[in-house]
Every structure is written in structure tokens, then in C-alpha cells.
């Protein structure tokens, strides 16, 4: 037995070779799973560390908190607008495609393992999911940068496709064990399990955020242990009342992180550090709980399942379920590639040994084997697929420098960073051109390894990172200006006020918000104005519509002299000519 001073020793020594192994990983392309597993196998009691680990019970506990506070991170860091353009194939994917890769893997695993059939289901439902902790780490930090829908898709399947794997592993192995009947009763398990995961997960999100935006601590350090607190409430509580905790917690995190909680940026931080941690000890754990020499024993039929996974199984669901959301060939192709197995399947493969049912061992031995080929087949070889595919996209450059605020209640404030690439519509622009809304301020300009404090004639060059202070809700305007010209910007947002000065020409206007407001572009936006209104109509409150475009007069000072002009767009235009409206303050 270990004591307490060994097991620190041990822990601190297994993050440190983590981190170490992460270097090389990311040197040598290696996915960061097979490392961390290899470190565990190697530290086991038949590697050179000699630790005699075989807690089944132990390991399921561990791997599942850690699984947790992946998913919870995971949540945090994808923005409502990965669920708006993915919600519905990802929703196939992780539960038809789910059920249709366990389907085919088990009937394959049936006949070549000898299994039962129920048996053989058991295990391909066990890896029938994506797992969240390995996309999450390939897609966010593994050098992969694909088109958005499709990573969307990807995020947003492995943090919720869990539900159905938990729901055919536990329902299997309880009707093998006469727990449950084949039939209705496996239907109320898996609807129980959606339903009050994702009830409890946006109930304790949304109660959580509001908490976290209102509630006053006295130590910034506290708000990332409040969030790391409702993330483990709300998967206890779904667990509880027979619903998934996966499922909850990753809703919950997704909620928080959409809310805008105090301490925001220190909250992602903080859970960054944390899922690393636990994905270095998950892993490694699991790797100490393997044993090399059972591994070489079910290799070739192990292999033979894998195959079947991957290169049948895998792209039957996909193909099955994305045709319909208008995936191409080469889009369904990759995602058939990304069925990335990781510790949910590992840990999936403890039930039946906490079960005691007597192909056990085999399946664990196998799962485990099967999770090596995937991450080291489809995760070695991933940014070639997507290279071979054309699937790649430009990566962001990431920025020399980072500003943030940190206050302790909520601020209606942002820091953003923008790389000027070569065609950016802000490319070449003195800082005084860019047509910014009110109440923007570029805080910094970021040049090669020289900082640039920025002025009025200050030049943006390709290859800058401009460092933006601003409020959320003019963001989509700001970033029209700092888009390239090639791409297609996202739809300024219908009747929001823009405030613009008024001594911004026509021409800068027009340029970076795809406007046409006057033949000549020469003139100020105040010069336009008073162009089109009599002089009797120049007061605060006035209004001037050009098609679906409204500009309001919103200061003017003493000497008569427009300051600030508010523009709003119209959802459709309302006239066909120009035409001035009457409007109150």
C-alpha cells in the first residue's frame, strides 16, 4: 500500500511526464491519448514502474470525475453559434449513428470473438461513441483546423452522444444480468436518461449563470470553484434522478460559458488547466490499469474489430445520418474518419467487470486494444485526411500578446484580437479611416515582436495582431471592418444602432459595411445628412432613411456641428426612395 507521500510523488511525476510527452506529441504528430497511455502501460505492474494497479472499482470512479471536468470545459468553450449550425446532425449522429456503429461492431464482434450475440452488442455499443475528451483535444489544440460546420458537428456530437452509449451499455448489461426485459424497459431507461440529463443540465446552467453574474465574492479565485461546483452538482443531481450526468454537465458548461459569467476569461482558464490535468491522469491511470501481455492476446481479433469500426461501421452512420443536412461526399468521408474512441469507451469497459459477467475480461482487454488503434490509426493520420480532402482552413494566428479584464461584477466589455491577413478590408487603413462605431478602441497594435501604440495615422499592415476594446453588442460591426474582403461577413443584425462619428466619409463607410449611401463618397457622414435634410430638421432625434438604412442624429454640439449619427438597418426596406423621418429622442 502506498503511502500518501508516494502517491503525491507518483502524481506530480506522471504530470510532469505528461507535459513532457505533450511536447513530443505535438512535435511528432502522436495523438496526446496514445502517450499518456503508453506512460500509464509503462509505469504499470508489467512495465518498468512496476505499480500494481487492477481497482476496477477505483478506476471507474476516477475516470468518470475526470470525464466530468473534460466535459464541463468542453461545455465552456462552445459558443451557441456551434449549436445553431450543428445541433441537428450532431443530434443524429449521437444517437442513430450511435446505435447503428454498436449494431454492426457487434454483430462483427460476435462472430469473431465467439461471444453471444447480446455479448457481442455489449461491446460494440461500449464503442459505439465518439469520445468528447479526444475531439476536443485534436480540434482545439491538435493542429487540425477545419471548415466550422464540420468541427461544430464534431464538438457538439462527442460531448452529447454519450447518453446512448452510457444507455446501451447499462441496459445491456442489465438484461444480461435479468435485471431488466429486453424491450419497453430499455426504452424508459434511454428516454429517462436524455430527457433528465438535458433538463437538469439547462436548469442548473442557467440558474448557475445567473448566480455567477450576480452573486459578490470577495476573491476572483472563487468564481472558477463556483462554476467547477454547479458542473459537478448538476451531473450528480441527472445521475440521481436516472438521467445522465455527461449529458448534464457538458449543457451546463455550454449555458455558463454562453452567459458571460464575472470572472469570465479566469472561469476558462482555470477549466483549461483542469481538463489537462485530469486528461494526463485519466489516461495515464487507464494505462496502469491495463496489462500488456492479456493486450497481445486478443490483438488480432482485436484488430479485426477495429477494422470493422472503422472503415464500415463508423462510415455506415455517418453516411446514413448526414446525407440529409446536405454534408458533401468529402465532408461525410471526414467525419467518418473522426470516430475517435478515448477513456469513455475504457471506462465503459469496467462495467462488465463490476458486473461480474464472464466475458468480462475479453471485453475490457479488447475495448482497450480496439482505443490504441483508433487514436493511433484515425488520430495519427487525421490532418492528412483532411489535407487529402481539402478540407482545411487557414489557421487563426495566435496572438503574440493577450489583454484582459478582470473585474469582479459584470462589465459590458470585450477584448478582442484581430490578425490583419493580407486582403483584410482594414489592411493598409490609418486607424482614424476605419469607419468604428462609438465606444471602440484599439488598445494596442502588435507588430513582428514590437508593440505599437496606436494613433490616428497609425497604419495597419498585413501581419498585425490589433488588440480591440469594445461592447458585445457593436461586435459584429467591428468585425466587418477587420474581415477579409474575400470572405462573407456575418449579417449585420437588424435594428441595433450602430453610433458612428459624423466626420467618417461616405466612401469608409460604405467600404467596410457593404453600404451604398450616395454617389459621392468624398462627403462626411455629416455632410450627408444635411444634404438630404433641411436645415429646420437638424436637431437630436431627426432621422434619415436610405433604403433600409437609418441614420439618427444623436449629439451635435453647441456650434451646430454633428458629432455622433446613429445607423440602424431595417429588416426590409420600407420605401424606395430616400426619404427623412420624424423621430422622437
Not at 468529402?330 to 473522426?338: A, D, M, N, Y
Request: proline residues 5%; glycine residues 10%.
Amino acid at each position: 500500500m502506498f503511502t500518501i507521500d508516494t502517491l503525491i510523488l507518483i502524481a506530480g511525476s506522471l504530470l510532469l511526464l505528461g507535459i513532457a510527452s505533450n511536447k513530443f506529441s505535438a512535435r511528432m504528430g502522436v495523438p496526446v491519448l496514445v502517450v499518456f497511455l503508453a506512460i500509464g502501460m509503462l509505469a504499470g505492474s508489467e512495465g518498468i514502474g512496476g505499480i500494481e494497479f487492477e481497482d476496477y472499482t477505483l478506476a471507474h470512479g476516477f475516470a468518470t470525475t475526470a470525464l466530468c471536468l473534460i466535459l464541463f470545459n468542453g461545455g465552456i468553450g462552445t459558443p451557441y453559434s456551434a449549436f445553431r449550425s450543428a445541433w441537428k446532425p450532431a443530434s443524429m449522429l449521437a444517437t442513430v449513428g450511435v446505435v447503428v456503429t454498436a449494431a454492426i461492431t457487434g454483430v462483427a464482434a460476435s462472430w469473431i470473438l465467439g461471444l453471444s450475440w447480446m455479448q457481442g452488442l455489449l461491446l460494440g455499443s461500449i464503442v459505439g461513441s465518439t469520445d468528447a475528451s479526444v475531439v476536443f483535444s485534436v480540434l482545439r489544440g491538435g493542429g487540425v483546423h477545419i471548415r466550422p460546420r464540420l468541427a461544430n458537428t464534431l464538438e457538439v456530437e462527442s460531448g452529447s452522444n454519450d447518453p446512448m452509449a452510457i444507455f446501451l451499455t447499462v441496459g445491456l448489461i442489465e438484461v444480461l444480468t435479468q435485471q431488466t426485459p429486453f424491450g419497453f424497459g430499455l426504452v424508459v431507461l434511454f428516454l429517462n436518461q436524455a430527457v433528465v440529463g438535458t433538463a437538469m443540465g439547462l436548469a442548473v446552467g442557467w440558474a448557475g449563470a445567473w448566480v455567477l453574474q450576480h452573486i459578490r465574492l470577495e476573491a476572483a479565485g472563487l468564481y472558477p470553484v463556483m462554476a467547477t461546483a454547479l458542473g459537478l452538482f448538476s451531473f450528480g443531481m441527472a445521475a440521481e434522478l436516472g438521467g445522465s450526468g455527461f449529458l448534464a454537465v457538458y449543457l451546463t458548461g455550454v449555458v455558463i460559458g454562453n452567459r458571460r459569467p464575472v470572472f469570465h476569461r479566469g472561469i476558462l482558464l482555470f477549466h483549461d488547466a483542469l481538463a489537462w490535468m485530469c486528461q494526463i491522469l485519466m489516461f495515464t491511470a487507464l494505462g496502469i490499469l491495463s496489462f500488456p501481455s492479456r493486450l497481445m492476446e486478443v490483438a488480432v481479433p482485436a484488430l479485426l474489430i477495429a477494422s470493422v469500426l472503422i472503415f464500415i461501421a463508423r462510415p455506415v452512420a455517418v453516411f446514413l445520418c448526414g446525407i440529409p443536412f446536405r454534408f458533401s461526399v468529402r465532408e461525410l468521408t471526414f467525419l467518418s474518419w473522426v470516430g475517435l474512441k478515448g477513456a469513455v469507451p475504457i471506462t465503459l469497459a469496467t462495467f462488465p467487470m463490476l458486473a461480474g459477467l464472464p466475458a468480462a475480461s475479453v471485453i475490457f482487454d479488447t475495448v482497450f486494444f480496439v482505443v490504441l488503434v483508433s487514436a493511433l490509426v484515425q488520430g495519427w493520420t487525421l490532418p492528412a485526411v483532411a489535407k487529402t480532402l481539402r478540407l482545411e482552413v487557414p489557421a487563426n494566428q495566435p496572438p503574440p500578446v493577450t489583454l484582459e479584464i478582470s473585474s469582479l461584477q459584470t462589465v459590458d466589455g470585450d477584448i478582442v484580437d484581430y490578425y490583419i491577413e493580407e486582403g483584410t478590408r482594414a489592411a493598409g487603413c490609418m486607424i482614424k479611416d476605419l469607419a468604428l462605431p462609438e465606444g471602440v478602441v484599439i488598445a494596442l497594435i502588435v507588430r513582428e515582436e514590437q508593440t505599437v501604440l496606436p494613433q490616428g495615422r497609425s497604419m495597419l499592415q498585413p501581419g498585425d495582431h490589433v488588440v480591440v476594446v469594445l461592447r458585445p453588442s457593436i461586435r459584429s460591426a467591428v468585425d466587418r471592418v477587420f474581415a477579409p474582403r474575400r470572405s462573407q461577413p456575418e449579417q449585420l443584425p437588424t435594428e441595433l444602432e450602430f453610433p458612428l462619428r459624423g466626420s467618417i466619409r461616405v466612401a469608409e463607410l460604405e467600404q467596410f459595411y457593404d453600404l451604398r449611401l450616395s454617389d459621392n463618397g468624398e462627403m462626411t457622414l455629416e455632410e450627408l445628412v444635411r444634404s438630404k435634410l433641411h436645415e429646420d430638421h437638424i436637431q437630436i432625434g431627426a432621422a434619415l432613411q436610405i433604403d433600409q438604412i437609418v441614420l439618427h442624429l444623436r449629439e451635435i454640439s453647441t456650434d451646430g456641428t454633428i458629432q455622433y449619427v446613429g445607423m440602424s438597418i431595417l429588416p426590409q426596406p420600407e420605401v424606395e426612395s430616400e426619404s427623412s423621418l420624424p423621430v422622437d429622442r
